[in-house]
């Protein structure tokens, strides 16, 4: 079950027809600010504008003739659904994507568009809605994280980095699967560079788990980095950060706040508050780099309705 | 007065140490939308903003000891008057700024950060303050474009795009100094691809010029494209326009409005409105390209309080 470099490697193969290539920049606007050499990885550019394709379409490709006649079922109301209905549309497999009640029309709608099936839940009820729906109509749910093809999906973009020998790569975190990827990418390629993830303060299942050396839950609490809201490492997951990850932090919602809007004013790049977190922890004084090391920070997508850049009235 | 490869070339060396080479980033996003290729080059990541710094730098980096010591004034409310300010600051010299009193605070503001001295004066006096501000103090005036080093600056732009072999370069065009300089840089290293002129249709100046086989002023008139508002080409600039420019197109405001939209929501990335009108010449079908074809479009600049972003009501 442990994803290796090789797995990347192929799972870079196999997506590549399907996913953007997306731009590595030196964004010079924010050296300053930041004290250090600013580069932004921009899967805000990546097709459904978040890196949770890559995972998604290595996951679904490497499905049977039956499964994919049978059609496929997630749970998100995020950037992974959107991933697994582009995926399904983009093959021609039947998708269904269940939904939380509480999602936003914006996030709906985004699903919608790929032409996928939408049931609504309780957010309590969303996995056992899926799994029903899986047993029911016999299809294969595609998670979110924590499955090797997926973790070896989104390892790809670390392939993608690796020749700009960076001092540092910074990954935004929630159930793992980004970071399990970029750093077992990494380090396997013999990057002798930093990984560092960063989570929610409200939010630390890493730093936490990591701590005790083990897989620890957090209590679920509120955050505006809606894309970061697991509150468990995933069990894959664990073992590979543990084994790959140099450090993980935690950051303030506000600082995420004035990232976003530090990346849209002074960057010139609209993401989501989620992805931010990594500027958001220099900015906060918590990650520290000198002026003349490279840093890359993993904007990990741009789903936003521009209603939600809650600093435009500031 | 001609502008040549050989200046260009020289001026990228001089203004090195002062620009960015700006990312020239495949924006897939807006690929199928377009239906074709789209590159932009980020001129908005340029420091202040805007690719103006570039001419100014190589005008200003070339005065003798005693004109920098004397000091320098411009007039330009906009990205000239923020460039040549930042320039002066960061070479040591004295600058004045004249601005009409229409001038928006965030502009001002902006003009003021790099600490130079701001003289108000009515829209139609400026000139006519910059010349005697200049009489009265022995200052060297930086004109915004007509002027062979200032075109020079703004070619470097055609040295960093010219490796990836376009079909065609689409240039925001007001006096004709950014698209004289990258015409000259491109068509002099032998580039075999189109290059395009797109101007507001409420200043037709370089379309009616080119038609009449000289310069002619248009009626001032409105647009929304508030860095595009020259009504007259430059002198120096017309021939080369005349002899490297393959066609010059005109846009209307809302397209622009439209495209400025698309690059943010879609593109992820936030520009001024003027220099969205290459991507609005697209979308009005005025210039319709092949999907395998690679067209760069100049995004020119980035100076804009997000209070400027008319659509956010939408």
Same mark, same amino acid.
């Given at each position: 079950?442990?994803?290796?470099?090789?797995?990347?490697?192929?799972?870079?193969?196999?997506?590549?027809?399907?996913?953007?290539?997306?731009?590595?920049?030196?964004?010079?606007?924010?050296?300053?600010?930041?004290?250090?050499?600013?580069?932004?990885?921009?899967?805000?550019?990546?097709?459904?504008?978040?890196?949770?394709?890559?995972?998604?379409?290595?996951?679904?490709?490497?499905? =049977?003739?039956?499964?994919?006649?049978?059609?496929?079922?997630?749970?998100?109301?995020?950037?992974?659904?959107?991933?697994?209905?582009?995926?399904?549309?983009?093959?021609?497999?039947?998708? =269904?994507?269940?939904?939380?009640?509480?999602?936003?029309?914006?996030?709906?709608?985004?699903?919608?568009?790929?032409?996928?099936?939408?049931?609504?839940?309780?957010?309590?009820?969303?996995?056992?809605?899926?799994?029903?729906?899986?047993?029911?109509?016999?299809?294969?749910?595609?998670?979110?994280?924590?499955?090797?093809?997926?973790?070896?999906?989104?390892?790809?973009?670390?392939?993608?980095?690796?020749?700009?020998?960076?001092?540092?790569? /910074?990954?935004?975190?929630?159930?793992?699967?980004?970071?399990?990827?970029?750093?077992?990418?990494?380090?396997?390629?013999?990057?002798?560079?930093?990984?560092?993830?960063?989570?929610?303060?409200?939010?630390?299942?890493?730093?936490?788990?990591?701590?005790?050396?083990?897989?620890?839950?957090?209590?679920?609490?509120?955050?505006?980095?809606?894309?970061?809201?697991?509150?468990?490492?995933?069990? /894959?997951?664990?073992?590979?950060?543990?084994?790959?990850?140099?450090?993980?932090?935690?950051?303030?919602?506000?600082?995420?706040?004035?990232?976003?809007?530090?990346?849209?004013?002074?960057?010139?790049?609209?993401?989501?508050?989620?992805?931010?977190?990594?500027?958001?922890?220099?900015?906060?004084?918590?990650?520290?780099?000198?002026?003349?090391?490279?840093?890359?920070?993993? /904007?990990?997508?741009?789903?936003?309705?521009?209603?939600?850049?809650?600093?435009?009235?500031?």
């Amino acid at each position: 079950m442990t994803v290796t470099l090789e797995d990347i490697r192929e799972a870079e193969q196999l997506i590549a027809p399907h996913i953007v290539k997306t731009p590595l920049v030196h964004l010079h606007p924010l050296d300053q600010i930041l004290g250090t050499q600013v580069y932004v990885k921009l899967e805000n550019m990546q097709n459904t504008h978040a890196f949770k394709i890559r995972g998604a379409m290595n996951k679904i490709l490497r499905l =049977t003739n039956e499964e994919k006649e049978n059609g496929i079922v997630a749970s998100s109301s995020g950037n992974h659904g959107q991933a697994v209905a582009f995926a399904a549309k983009k093959l021609g497999i039947h998708a =269904t994507i269940v939904i939380p009640e509480t999602a936003t029309q914006f996030k709906i709608n985004a699903i919608r568009q790929h032409g996928a099936e939408v049931v609504f839940s309780t957010v309590e009820d969303r996995f056992k809605v899926t799994r029903e729906l899986s047993d029911k109509f016999n299809y294969t749910i595609i998670p979110p994280f924590d499955d090797p093809h997926i973790t070896a999906g989104q390892g790809t973009i670390g392939l993608e980095i690796l020749d700009e020998h960076f001092d540092a790569v /910074i990954v935004p975190v929630s159930g793992g699967g980004l970071i399990g990827g970029i750093s077992t990418a990494l380090k396997e390629s013999g990057f002798s560079g930093k990984i560092i993830g960063a989570e929610p303060e409200s939010l630390p299942r890493y730093s936490e788990s990591l701590k005790n050396g083990r897989r620890t839950k957090v209590p679920t609490a509120p955050t505006i980095a809606d894309a970061l809201v697991v509150n468990e490492p995933g069990k /894959i997951n664990f073992p590979v950060v543990q084994k790959y990850v140099d450090e993980c932090v935690t950051v303030s919602d506000s600082a995420m706040q004035h990232a976003q809007k530090l990346l849209l004013t002074e960057g010139k790049i609209l993401s989501e508050v989620s992805s931010c977190i990594g500027i958001a922890a220099v900015l906060e004084g918590t990650l520290k780099f000198k002026p003349d090391e490279k840093i890359c920070f993993i /904007i990990s997508g741009g789903n936003l309705s521009l209603n939600q850049l809650n600093f435009l009235e500031n």
